[in-house]
Every structure is written in structure tokens, then in C-alpha cells.
């Protein structure tokens, strides 16, 4: 299984760690014997059947640019099997980047799965720098699919830093799907840095199959750094596949922080596949802060496919006005880098009114930073004559304590009336 969005790391991680990468690998392995890019002699690979695409006159050969991804990887994972040596030699011969790292991950993910040992051993012969960081990552997740233990145990001895990181991510994941007893027990052993990451991968695999064991081993363990990490995972995989059980289950927690923490992370996930129900949830939640914290992660999840009704909910349902204010210009802001016609569409859609200067409101404050001059454009739009000189005024205010004169200079540009210009006029001419 492939860690979400970790996969898309790896280059930024193997930038950061290569450098060191005499460092990452330690153990019986040595770099002596690693062979510079290109100082491999030219592969004498036959075009059989595994390495073409197609049958008769359609086949296409694996180095053709017109092979799609998923025919590329198809190929990738039939080489693997036959000859992995030279089917990750075969890599350099793929026009493309993203092409040759799409073939080359599935043919070391395979080789993996099937002979870890022969595939560690030869990336480190094969590979150095940034490219054997990579490698290393797509072989420990193949490997932890068939031998999550053997994975863990092969990289805890010869990998430190990013590779080890990914890798027991990878590792303990896998094995949390499979023997959950097993991987928590033997996690013990690992010291409490390397333990940080691993157990991320345990909890979301021990959590997708058995959530509330999971939890209540995060229990015994949420006084470590890690601890409170661990539970909120598990949360995420128990909330998605029954979330109500889990709103049950975080009822029972005692610790103020852990419960926050908790219901934030529920809401979220509920959010996103039943806002009615998740708020319907949280409604009856009669601790303030347990349903403050509810609340932002119900807006979170529901603005994240239906901002609109997630400000119409929060407008609604929220009592605290400071968290009112902040939850609508959250949710307005993202929307606009997410969808900037769909959210400008809706503000300029709104009715004059209570509901619509709130917004306005709300938005214009969370987007001064980054376009102050819409900012005040969209607060200048606030129905109430009050309300909107107030808020001008504000913004205009904040601005000029922020960046002095040249704030001066440039809300002389500023779609306002002229008088709001003059008291802003610059002080030097």
C-alpha cells in the first residue's frame, strides 16, 4: 500500500538527506562499490513479450513515448518478474521523467514484494544519491506488502534518517493490516525518533481493520510524544469507515487536549461524507470546547466539496462570534485559492443583509495580507453604511501600521471615496 502523499515527498526528502546519503546507509553494505550513473555497459536486452505493449501491429516496445502510464507500469510489473536486474536497467532507456519514474517505481515496488533481500542489495550497488533514496522507498513498499517484518527489521539495521522513516512508515503499516499484536509488540524496540514515524503507519493500518483496538493501544501510549498522533490516525481510519462509533468512543475521553484533538479530526472525516449527520453530531455535544473543536473540523471537511453549505451551516450553528468570524474567513479564503470564480460568483451572489456583510466581512480581513486592495473592495461592499466604514477603516488602519508610508501611497489608488483617501493621504508629499 502506498503511503498517501508521502510518495510525492521523496524527491524533497532525498534532496534534503542525499547529500548525507554516505550517512543514511549503515551496516555490513558499503559504497565502495557503487558504479556512477552511466557506468553501467549497455544492456543487451531482448524485446521479448514482456517488454512490448500490444499484440501484431499495435505492439509498442516500453521505450515507446506513445506507451501510456498504465500500460508503462503493466510492462514494469511482467519485467519485474521475469529479469528485476534488467528490467531496472531497461529505466534509463524510457523517454520522460515522470514516464521512467513511473516504470521504474513499479518495477522495484515488484521486486520488492518478491525478494526484498536481492532488491536492497542491488540498489545499493546500482544506485547512490537522491536516486537510491528513491529506490529504497519503492522497494520497502513492495517488501512490507509480503514480509512486513523482515522490511522492518532489514531496514532498522542498514537505513537511517528519511530512508528509515519512509520505510518503517511503510513497514508498519503494512503490518498493522496484518498483525497488528505482532507489529505493536515488536515497535517497542525501536527508540522513541524512529518510533514517531512508524507508529503514524501502524495506527492507519491497525486503525483501517480494527479501529477500536487500535485506540485503546494509542491509550496506553498517549503520554509519548507520539502518542497523541497515534490516536488522532486511528481516528481518521475509524471515522471513515464508522463514525459514529468512533463519536462514541471519543465521548469516553477524559484528557481536554486528546478529546479536541479527537473530535476535530472526526468531524473533519465525517464532514466529508455526511455534514448533515456530522453536524448533527456535534449539536449535542455539551462541552463548549469539545464542540468548538467539532465544529472547525466539520468546517473543514464539509468546505471541502460544498464550501457554500458549509458557510451556510457555520452561520447557522456556530454561537461564539470571534469563532463564527474566523471559521466563515477560513472557509471563504480557501475557497478562493481552491475555486476563485466559484467563491467570487457566491459573494457577489449574496443578498444584502445581516448574513452577507458577515461574510464580506470575514473575507475581506482574511485576504488583506495577501491582496489588500480586494480586501478593502470586498469590505467596501458590506450593506450596512456602519459596518462598512468601520470595517474600511480597519483594514485601511492595519495596513498602515503594517507598511507606513508606502500603505499611504498606495491607498490613494484604492477604489474609496476620496474624503477615506485624504485621511490616509501620505504625511511626506
Known amino acids: 500500500m502506498n503511503r498517501p502523499i508521502r510518495e510525492g515527498l521523496v524527491p524533497l526528502l532525498a534532496l534534503v538527506f542525499g547529500a548525507a546519503v554516505g550517512w543514511v546507509i549503515r551496516g555490513p553494505f558499503s559504497f565502495g562499490d557503487v558504479k556512477p550513473p552511466g557506468g553501467h555497459p549497455p544492456s543487451a536486452f531482448t524485446l521479448d513479450e514482456s517488454a512490448v505493449v500490444g499484440t501484431g501491429a499495435t505492439a509498442l516496445p516500453i521505450n515507446d513515448p ?5 500500460q508503462l507500469k503493466a510492462a514494469a510489473g511482467r519485467l519485474a518478474l521475469k529479469d528485476p536486474a534488467e528490467a531496472v536497467r531497461q529505466a534509463e532507456s524510457i523517454p520522460g521523467h515522470d514516464n521512467r519514474e513511473a516504470y521504474l517505481g513499479e518495477v522495484l515496488r515488484t ?16 544506485f547512490q544519491g537522491e536516486r537510491l533514496t528513491d529506490a529504497l522507498y519503492y522497494i520497502a513498499d513492495g517488501w512490507a506488502e509480503s514480509d512486513p517484518k523482515g522490511a522492518a527489521e532489514w531496514f532498522k539495521e542498514n537505513t537511517t534518517g528519511a530512508v528509515l522513516d519512509d520505510a518503517m512508515w511503510e513497514a508498519l503499516e503494512a503490518w498493522g493490516r496484518k498483525n497488528p499484536g505482532e507489529a505493536f509488540a515488536w515497535s517497542d524496540g525501536l527508540d522513541d525518533y524512529v518510533k514517531s514515524t512508524a507508529m ?3 495506527a492507519e493500518g491497525w486503525g483501517a481493520v480494527d479501529p477500536k483496538g487500535a485506540a485503546e493501544a494509542g491509550m496506553t501510549m498517549k503520554d509519548n510524544d507520539y502518542g497523541e498522533d497515534f490516536v488522532v490516525s486511528v481516528t481518521t481510519q475509524w471515522a471513515g469507515a464508522a463514525p459514529g462509533q468512533a463519536a462514541e468512543w471519543a465521548g469516553t475521553l477524559v484528557n481536554e487536549r486528546l478529546r479536541a484533538l479527537v473530535v476535530n479530526e472526526l468531524g473533519e472525516i465525517w464532514a466529508n461524507t455526511d455534514p448533515g449527520k456530522a453536524a448533527e453530531w456535534a449539536d449535542g455535544l455539551e462541552d463548549p470546547g469539545t464542540k468548538r473543536a467539532a465544529e472547525v473540523g466539520i468546517a473543514v471537511g464539509w468546505s471541502e466539496h460544498d464550501p457554500a453549505g458549509a458557510i451556510e451551516w457555520v452561520l447557522t450553528a456556530v454561537e461564539d462570534e470571534a469563532q463564527l468570524d474566523e471559521m466563515v474567513g477560513d472557509i471563504t479564503f480557501n475557497w478562493s485559492n481552491l475555486d476563485p470564480r ?55 488602519d492595519s495596513l498602515v501600521a503594517d507598511y507606513g508610508e508606502s500603505a499611504r501611497k498606495a491607498i490613494q489608488k484604492f477604489a474609496i471615496p476620496e474624503e477615506t ?9
Do not use: H
Open 66 to 70: 506513445r506507451i501510456s502510464f498504465r
Open 342 to 396: 466559484g467563491a467570487t460568483r457566491w459573494l457577489e451572489s449574496q443578498p444584502p443583509g445581516e448574513k452577507g456583510d458577515r461574510v464580506l466581512s470575514a473575507f475581506s480581513e482574511m485576504v488583506l495580507e495577501d491582496d489588500p486592495e480586494s480586501a478593502v473592495a470586498w469590505a467596501s461592499r458590506i450593506s450596512d453604511p456602519a459596518a462598512r466604514e468601520s470595517k474600511v477603516r480597519s483594514l485601511l
Open 200 to 202: 503514524q503507519g501502524l
Open 111 to 126: 521486486w520488492g514484494e518478491t525478494n526484498g533481500l536481492a532488491a536492497a542489495a542491488f540498489a545499493l550497488d546500482y
Open 421 to 429: 483617501k485624504e485621511l490616509y493621504a501620505p504625511l511626506v508629499q
